[in-house]
């Protein structure tokens, strides 16, 4: 089997920056507070110092030019953004050494530019096959799209499809199996089907007593916490848990809750260990620089996906089919706005809703999603402008999912202001922001 040339990230300069990753981390959340002051400048210099005494002792005080590089990647990281766990090879590696070990991995699954895989399969590392989520491997099928079972061309790996009808491991799957990875990208909504794929995944492993090991990633969404709990009467594969449409957790923090809340079957609890991110506070701000997947192309449909999602089951466009998915929306009446597109065929949305349909509606590029949160306005919008009540839905029962509850839609077509409907949820958000904060590995 041809095995890519895979980077491994693990030169000696990363080990003295890691050694001082505490001292760097306090220098960044002064900065963050815009607290530069000459105490932080005194902190800075103590930290060269530090890094001096380093290379000192790993032999290279004479090599100033390396130590200037250090100081200057120092500085860097002060400022960066998350370390994720998957970058932290000198973490994890040693555990995955001479096991036979499963991959649950897309294209978000990456070190720097080289994919997970083929950092493992070029360290030596026995990995036997991979289980893909929707959208595939590589991040190309369209969603809710069929997954066939093949093999990866570029590393000869099986390839097993946790999407369709098969979106929970069997025992004949993990067979043979010491320890499962996860890492994928999420962007924290309960709907968004990675984290019903992880769920799926820790029960299997529990069940068939396999490892699981997560290299956790930040959430962009993981600022704040927001609408409706899920009743479990309406779970689905968009939404399995009774968690709201915001979790606010990453991967390995929704881990933790559905090992503690024992939410598998049987009350059974996963072999969990989490790889946590470096560097990373829930309020942060976290640009993604790889498409999670292929309707969600950049951080401005990643900050308005909680709030546009609820709009694929009804009469209204949610960019499926342009260049700005999840950043537009319209629908075929013009009473919806000024701002007009056409739906057509494209990768990732081959046949998307209202093809070949002029659209009027909004443009929302320019939204700060910061400042909106998960927001109901533009549901109630399309909702009122179109005039439609109950065939406003499309599938009233989808909705109903996405949703986790009926009370949202009964609510709308009862005329209910967002303030009403908001107010309606309150209790049970309020219970679940007290229970996640048991489960939490990072700041608020």
Not at 152 to 163: A, E, H, M, R, V
Not at 170 to 190: H, K, M, N, S, Y
Not at 364 to 388: C, D, M, P, W
Request: with cysteine.
């Amino acid at each position: 089997m041809h095995v890519p040339k895979a980077i491994v990230p693990m030169p000696t300069y990363v080990t003295v920056l890691e050694n001082e990753v505490s001292c760097v981390f306090r220098i960044r959340r002064a900065t963050n507070k815009g607290k530069f002051t000459v105490i932080i400048f005194i902190k800075i210099i103590g930290y060269l110092n530090t890094l001096i005494q380093s290379a000192k002792k790993m032999g290279m005080a004479r090599n100033y030019k390396l130590i200037v590089v250090l100081f200057l990647m120092g500085m860097q990281v002060v400022f960066a953004q998350a370390i994720p766990g998957a970058y932290q090879t000198q973490r994890y590696f040693p555990l995955l050494k001479g096991k036979s070990v499963g991959l649950v991995v897309n294209h978000t699954s990456v070190i720097g530019s080289t994919h997970l895989a083929d950092s493992l399969l070029h360290a030596g590392i026995q990995v036997k096959k991979v289980f893909a989520p929707e959208h595939g491997f590589r991040g190309t099928a369209d969603a809710g799209a069929h997954i066939d079972n093949e093999v990866d061309k570029q590393t000869g790996l099986p390839l097993i499809s946790l999407y369709g009808k098969h979106k929970k491991p069997t025992p004949e799957d993990l067979q043979g199996l010491d320890i499962v990875v996860f890492d994928i990208q999420d962007v924290g909504a309960r709907f968004y089907t990675f984290s019903s794929t992880l769920f799926y995944v820790m029960e299997a492993c529990a069940e068939n007593k396999v490892k699981l090991l997560i290299l956790d990633r930040a959430n962009p969404n993981g600022h704040y916490v927001d609408g409706p709990v899920l009743d479990r009467k309406f779970a689905s594969f968009v939404g399995l848990n009774p968690i709201p449409v915001v979790h606010g957790l990453t991967m390995g923090e929704f881990a933790g809750m559905i090992n503690g809340e024992k939410w598998l079957a049987n009350g059974l609890s996963c072999d969990l260990q989490v790889i946590d991110c470096q560097l990373y506070i829930h309020r942060d701000i976290v640009p993604i620089t790889i498409a999670p997947s292929p309707n969600l192309p950049n951080d401005q449909s990643i900050g308005l996906y909680p709030s546009l999602c609820l709009l694929e089951p009804t009469l209204v466009s949610v960019g499926r089919g342009t260049n700005n998915q999840f950043q537009v929306l319209g629908t075929p009446n013009p009473a919806a706005g000024s701002y007009t597109f056409t739906p057509v065929p494209t990768p990732g949305a081959m046949d998307p809703p209202l093809k070949g349909s002029l659209c009027y509606g909004l443009d929302l590029r320019e939204v700060n999603t910061r400042e909106l949160g998960f927001s109901l306005k533009y549901l109630i919008h399309f909702f009122q402008a179109t005039g439609s009540k109950e065939s406003f839905f499309t599938s009233a029962s989808f909705f109903d999912k996405l949703a986790g509850t009926d009370s949202l839609r009964l609510m709308l077509m009862a005329g209910k202001s967002e303030e009403e409907i908001r107010a309606s949820w309150q209790p049970a958000l309020n219970t679940y922001k007290k229970m996640r904060k048991r489960y939490l590995i990072y700041r608020d």
